[in-house]
């Protein structure tokens, strides 16, 4: 059984992401009263097959169960993709971080700012980011990473688990978007 979430600011395609979830033999419900995402839940084959019929649906966003098999196997084969900056998906690879930005619509910023990342929990590793921006990303120049301890002399280390992966998605995704930017994180 898997739990996974469909974005789509359009009302019209998330009504019917809804209705089709339910005659698919999901469990469809509004996610914690935000009338943009939907939640579904059900037997994995059925899940996975309904998933796919959107996948390369530019106006939807999935968020798999993070308990799914494709999840945390293939992390960095389905990871989000950069290259020059450009704002080309490659829709084989993932959507790219300024497509995200775009869809979003994160401004384009001009100076050089300081954008706080705050964990709940686990560290990141450094070298991740720096093979993410340089190699994915094509960047010369990258963010700098400051660690902020609170309550704590040290921010907690690397371990591999699940909050270090998405703490380094997160510094991965905000530095690629943002390359002049001094990243903190706290």
Not at 19 to 41: M, P, Q, W
Not at 51 to 74: A, C, G
Request: with cysteine.
């Amino acid at each position: 059984m898997y739990n996974s979430l469909l974005y789509s600011k359009n009302k019209s395609l998330y009504d019917n992401l809804l209705f089709s979830a339910n005659k698919y033999g999901l469990n469809g419900t509004v996610y914690e009263n935000d009338n943009n995402t939907l939640s579904i839940a059900g037997d994995a084959t059925l899940h996975d097959s309904f998933i796919s019929l959107f996948e390369k649906n530019s106006d939807v966003v999935i968020f798999k169960d993070s308990n799914h098999p494709s999840t945390r196997k293939s992390f960095y084969k389905t990871h989000l993709r950069v290259k020059n900056n450009s704002t080309t998906s490659n829709t084989s690879q993932g959507r790219t971080a300024v497509w995200y930005a775009s869809y979003y619509n994160f401004p384009k910023l001009t100076s050089n700012p300081i954008i706080a990342i705050i964990s709940l929990g686990g560290g990141y590793q450094i070298n991740d980011l720096k093979t993410y921006w340089t190699t994915i990303c094509g960047l010369s120049t990258y963010p700098t990473v400051i660690n902020v301890p609170v309550g704590q002399n040290t921010v907690p280390s690397y371990t591999g688990a699940g909050d270090d992966f998405e703490n380094t998605l997160d510094l991965e995704i905000v530095g690629a978007v943002c390359p002049n930017a001094t990243l903190l994180f706290i």
